[in-house]
């Protein structure tokens, strides 16, 4: 209702001719040249490549010279066992993601919450957001580090201390590799991803637990019966917007984890329209990769923002 | 932790908003430790690094250091320096984030502040146009041709040109527009006589700062740390950027060595002390500006969370 409102009055504003409007705003249209010119340049101008998925594209012929195949290249992607198989770690692997990285910062908040010392509170965020600004080249190099099965800290500690007696292969045999490659991850992300729920806790009426405390409610009834409800917005909310990029991957997370015995977990879609794009020269094929996990990623964001707006949240677009 | 008394002798609420029963509970401890538990993971294997980079080489082979170095000298570092092309990386590394992070948030803010006028005409289309890219992307092959055909391959300003306009960046900063300036401010300087240009450059951009700070450090940090349009678009050594390089040390030692089984035979201590001290020089600058910084990513995830 607001917002059909706001469009009414806004569209009242910009009731005048176009000629009154460049007269009048004609230096904001000036600067809105320079973004517009580098996202037709790098944005736009990409857009007519994607036509190279019903070619069989060479690089040497070019898109004049390479030959219309109509939906072979997709017929042929769908039937590629490399294919399936990054699909799957894509969506398994996303999914774990979620499962094991989504209620940590929820988890992490509200104990961040419950701390009694500002300053231990203030010091410990501090070093928890760390992660998140190391890049993924640098936490791989310290995990390498830390889980090397001969000469790792951690299989050094463990086979100092009698506990085991060969290395565990933490990050070269492919279960182990699933484990830490999930637990890096959620390390890397919590503290980062436990601001925003912070803000909505701070954004919860105070009065709401002073008076639950003149109740005789405990901490626990209090986190319960106050806290989780106040942010359940935000969890929702983000829980959605977590969904509907289950297609997506960050290749450079997945690169720096890979080795030559992980590939049958490690090979996703990211790496499959790397490697198969500039790595094997196969352009169409992984062209048609690419925009299928694009396509099926902006339906994904569209179904998500109307289920949000569904529940009553805000939606994401 | 005693102000803010109120109600009831047994509860107070601290002024950031968190609520605790006077007395220490076990709960409490089993936070406390919890907690420090998870730092001492962000912490230690850092330390431990550090520690080795500074190490005598017998001492690292022998599996000895752990958090204190042993027989201290800086001699990694002094190859390194020695050496040069790490240095020479760094410069140039800071040199491209530099460019990226000004002409980032010149583009970012030459969409935003436009778009957040409601009587732009067209303003619909123009942030749709604008806001697509960010839901649909081309993906890599198409946007690799393009920059091929734009002569960008193995060129710095592949670097720089294809990421500065950001839209997440861009309506972080149209939300700021909109919700922190009064229209008051800006229609008075309007009967005045002011044109857009100087609303903009006189009244707009002095009360952002705290979101060009917070904005430019997102475009910093995020150029700082990505490294795979170095693997996509650069060849030569000299224009790739220094998580590209150590990315390229640290993992061919790595494959090498997890390719061999017997891992401690192919190694000796001199790469494993150099790799060391070269992830270290490359983590110690972040880490030393990471506290000062801090505050504006968080303003900046704060402003994100509540789109317009």
């Given at each position: 209702?607001?917002?059909?409102?706001?469009?009414?009055?806004?569209?009242a504003?910009?009731?005048?001719?176009?000629?009154?409007?460049?007269?009048?705003d004609?230096?904001?249209?000036?600067?809105?040249?320079?973004?517009?010119?580098?996202?037709?340049?790098?944005?736009?101008?990409?857009?007519?490549?994607?036509?190279?998925?019903?070619?069989?594209?060479?690089?040497?012929?070019?898109?004049?010279?390479?030959k219309?195949?109509?939906?072979?290249?997709?017929?042929?992607?769908?039937?590629?066992?490399?294919?399936?198989?990054?699909?799957?770690?894509?969506?398994?692997?996303?999914?774990?993601?979620?499962?094991?990285?989504?209620p940590?910062?929820?988890?992490?908040?509200?104990?961040?919450?419950?701390?009694?010392?500002?300053?231990?509170k203030?010091?410990?965020q501090?070093?928890?957001?760390l992660?998140?600004?190391?890049?993924?080249?640098?936490?791989?190099?310290?995990a390498?580090?830390?889980f090397?099965?001969?000469?790792?800290?951690?299989?050094?500690?463990?086979?100092g201390?009698?506990?085991?007696?060969?290395?565990?292969?933490?990050?070269?045999?492919?279960?182990?590799?699933?484990?830490?490659?999930?637990?890096?991850?959620v390390?890397?992300?919590?503290?980062?991803?436990?601001?925003?729920?912070?803000?909505?806790?701070?954004?919860?009426?105070?009065?709401?637990?002073?008076?639950?405390?003149?109740?005789?409610?405990?901490?626990?009834?209090?986190?319960?019966?106050?806290?989780?409800?106040?942010?359940?917005?935000?969890?929702?909310?983000?829980?959605?917007?977590?969904?509907?990029?289950i297609?997506?991957?960050?290749?450079?997370?997945?690169?720096?984890?890979?080795?030559?015995?992980?590939?049958?977990?490690?090979?996703?879609?990211?790496?499959?329209?790397?490697?198969?794009?500039?790595?094997?020269?196969?352009?169409?094929?992984?062209?048609?990769?690419?925009?299928?996990?694009?396509?099926?990623?902006?339906?994904l964001?569209?179904?998500?923002d109307?289920?949000?707006k569904?529940?009553?949240?805000?939606?994401?677009? | 932790?005693?102000?803010?008394?109120?109600?009831?002798?047994?509860?107070?609420?601290?002024?950031?908003?968190?609520?605790a029963?006077?007395?220490?509970?076990?709960?409490?401890?089993?936070?406390?430790?919890?907690?420090?538990?998870?730092?001492?993971t962000?912490?230690?294997?850092?330390?431990?690094l550090?520690?080795k980079s500074?190490?005598?080489?017998?001492?690292?082979?022998a599996?000895?250091?752990?958090l204190?170095?042993?027989g201290?000298?800086?001699?990694?570092?002094?190859?390194?320096?020695?050496?040069g092309?790490?240095v020479?990386?760094?410069?140039?590394?800071?040199?491209?984030?530099?460019?990226?992070?000004?002409?980032?948030?010149l583009?970012?803010?030459?969409?935003?502040?436009?778009?957040?006028?409601?009587?732009?005409?067209?303003?619909s289309v123009?942030?749709?146009?604008?806001?697509?890219?960010?839901?649909?992307?081309?993906?890599?092959?198409?946007?690799?041709?393009?920059l091929?055909?734009?002569?960008?391959?193995?060129n710095?300003w592949?670097?720089?040109?294809?990421?500065?306009?950001?839209?997440?960046?861009?309506?972080?900063?149209?939300?700021?527009?909109?919700?922190?300036?009064?229209?008051?401010?800006?229609?008075?300087?309007?009967?005045?006589?002011?044109?857009?240009?100087?609303?903009?450059?006189?009244?707009?951009?002095?009360?952002?700062?705290?979101i060009?700070?917070?904005?430019s450090?997102?475009y910093?940090?995020?150029?700082?740390?990505?490294?795979?349009?170095?693997?996509?678009?650069?060849?030569?050594?000299?224009?790739?950027?220094?998580?590209?390089k150590?990315?390229?040390?640290?993992?061919?030692?790595?494959?090498?060595?997890?390719?061999?089984?017997?891992?401690?035979?192919?190694?000796?201590?001199?790469?494993?002390?150099?790799?060391?001290?070269?992830?270290?020089?490359?983590?110690?600058?972040?880490?030393?500006?990471?506290?000062?910084?801090?505050?504006?990513?968080?303003k900046?995830?704060?402003i994100?969370?509540?789109?317009?």
């Amino acid at each position: 209702m607001s917002s059909w409102k706001k469009k009414k009055t806004s569209s009242a504003i910009q009731d005048i001719t176009w000629k009154a409007a460049f007269k009048r705003d004609w230096q904001l249209y000036l600067l809105l040249l320079f973004p517009l010119v580098m996202v037709v340049i790098f944005s736009y101008a990409a857009y007519p490549g994607l036509r190279m998925v019903f070619m069989n594209y060479k690089p040497a012929r070019g898109f004049d010279g390479s030959k219309w195949v109509g939906m072979k290249i997709f017929i042929k992607v769908f039937k590629d066992a490399d294919f399936l198989r990054a699909l799957r770690n894509s969506i398994v692997f996303n999914l774990l993601d979620l499962a094991v990285g989504f209620p940590m910062p929820i988890i992490l908040a509200l104990i961040l919450n419950e701390l009694r010392f500002p300053r231990f509170k203030k010091v410990t965020q501090t070093i928890l957001y760390l992660p998140h600004f190391l890049s993924w080249v640098i936490i791989g190099s310290v995990a390498y580090t830390m889980f090397r099965p001969s000469s790792g800290l951690v299989n050094n500690l463990l086979t100092g201390a009698g506990i085991i007696a060969d290395g565990i292969p933490f990050l070269t045999e492919k279960w182990h590799w699933a484990v830490t490659y999930l637990l890096i991850g959620v390390w890397q992300s919590m503290g980062w991803g436990s601001i925003i729920y912070l803000a909505a806790i701070t954004g919860i009426n105070g009065e709401l637990y002073e008076a639950a405390m003149i109740d005789g409610a405990n901490r626990w009834q209090r986190m319960k019966n106050i806290t989780l409800p106040g942010i359940k917005g935000t969890v929702v909310t983000l829980l959605i917007m977590n969904l509907g990029r289950i297609m997506g991957s960050n290749f450079e997370r997945l690169d720096v984890f890979g080795n030559t015995q992980v590939k049958e977990f490690q090979y996703q879609l990211a790496i499959y329209i790397y490697e198969k794009g500039l790595g094997n020269g196969a352009f169409s094929q992984s062209a048609a990769v690419g925009l299928f996990q694009s396509l099926v990623g902006l339906a994904l964001v569209i179904l998500a923002d109307r289920v949000a707006k569904m529940l009553g949240e805000d939606g994401l677009i | 932790m005693a102000k803010n008394r109120k109600g009831s002798a047994s509860a107070e609420v601290a002024s950031d908003g968190s609520r605790a029963i006077n007395k220490f509970h076990v709960s409490d401890a089993v936070m406390v430790v919890f907690i420090s538990i998870l730092c001492l993971t962000c912490i230690l294997p850092f330390l431990h690094l550090a520690s080795k980079s500074i190490s005598d080489n017998n001492a690292v082979l022998a599996k000895k250091v752990y958090l204190f170095p042993i027989g201290i000298n800086f001699d990694a570092y002094t190859s390194i320096f020695r050496d040069g092309s790490l240095v020479y990386s760094m410069v140039y590394s800071v040199l491209v984030t530099l460019l990226f992070t000004i002409l980032g948030m010149l583009v970012c803010t030459c969409a935003a502040y436009p778009l957040s006028k409601k009587r732009l005409k067209g303003r619909s289309v123009l942030t749709f146009l604008l806001m697509f890219p960010m839901y649909f992307s081309a993906g890599l092959i198409p946007t690799y041709l393009v920059l091929k055909d734009l002569h960008l391959l193995d060129n710095m300003w592949v670097l720089i040109l294809p990421l500065i306009y950001s839209p997440y960046n861009m309506l972080i900063m149209k939300t700021y527009f909109q919700s922190s300036i009064p229209d008051s401010l800006e229609e008075s300087a309007f009967l005045d006589g002011a044109s857009n240009f100087q609303v903009l450059w006189q009244i707009v951009m002095p009360l952002s700062k705290p979101i060009i700070a917070t904005l430019s450090l997102f475009y910093a940090v995020g150029r700082w740390n990505a490294y795979a349009d170095n693997k996509y678009y650069i060849n030569s050594d000299s224009l790739k950027m220094i998580q590209y390089k150590l990315y390229q040390m640290v993992a061919s030692a790595t494959e090498a060595q997890t390719a061999s089984l017997s891992e401690a035979a192919a190694v000796t201590s001199t790469p494993e002390v150099l790799q060391a001290a070269a992830i270290m020089f490359v983590t110690i600058p972040i880490i030393c500006i990471y506290p000062f910084l801090q505050k504006y990513f968080v303003k900046g995830v704060m402003i994100g969370a509540v789109k317009g």
